[in-house]
T-cell receptor
């Protein structure tokens, strides 16, 4: 059973397009996250949702819009894709007070 | 502004010996420190954590040491095994309104040679 799943695993698209990445967790966690791992391999927090409410919103262009239809899902929609959006995007969830996070396998986005 | 730094991009160790991965941080408000392990084409997986009120936490072959005065933590793996070869991320969390915010280091790639 996959704890945190993301679809698609790979996404290749043209500049200017709009795309979505989906994330689901079956762990019953209250908090979900989106991270971006750039070319320098840094994992940077983008958004955090707790019980479907946005609690962390880092300095991310407003072309990125997270949507949480329920506690188990946190989708990431990206408008007007740019070359610099190319990265691996990881979804994660957590419940414990020490913030141990469970990560999905990542979505490699390539913008041409 | 990198609040969590892993200054060694890679480390090579012989099987059976000790691996020591280092991490420095700048924010004294961090509540928890965590280590994650990442294999290629997979997401990071949690390895071990330590609260800011402790200086050591041990779990099997893995021990994390925290030196708050030096703002430094380290992960010791002993004995190292070839399956430990992966990228190790140091992370630090601070409790904000609504939940934890976690900052990750850039990672250290560990090679364990058989």
């Amino acid at each position: 059973d996959t704890a945190v799943s993301q679809t698609p695993k790979y996404l290749v698209t043209q500049m200017g397009n709009d795309k979505s990445i989906k994330c689901e967790q079956n762990l019953g966690h209250d908090t979900m996250y989106w991270y971006k791992q750039d070319s320098k391999k840094f994992l940077k927090i983008m958004f955090s949702y707790n019980n479907k409410e946005l609690i962390i919103n880092e300095t991310v262009p407003n072309r990125f819009s997270p949507k949480s239809p329920d506690k188990a899902h946190l989708n990431l929609h990206i408008n007007s894709l740019e070359l610099g959006d190319s990265a691996v995007y990881f979804c994660a969830s957590s419940q414990d007070v020490n913030n141990e996070q469970f990560f999905g396998p990542g979505t490699r986005l390539t913008v041409l | 502004d990198q609040q969590v730094k892993q200054n060694s991009p890679s480390l090579s160790v012989q099987e059976g010996r000790i691996s020591i991965l280092n991490c420095d941080y700048t924010n004294s408000m961090f509540d928890y420190f965590l280590w994650y392990k990442k294999y290629p084409a997979e997401g990071p997986t949690f390895l071990i954590s330590i609260s800011s009120i402790k200086d050591k936490n041990e779990d099997g072959r893995f021990t994390v040491f925290l030196n708050k005065s030096a703002k430094h933590l380290s992960l010791h793996i002993v004995p190292s095994q070839p399956g430990d070869s992966a990228v190790y991320f140091c992370a630090a969390s601070v409790l904000n309104t609504g939940g934890f915010k976690t900052i990750f280091g850039a990672g250290t790639r560990l090679f364990v040679k058989a």
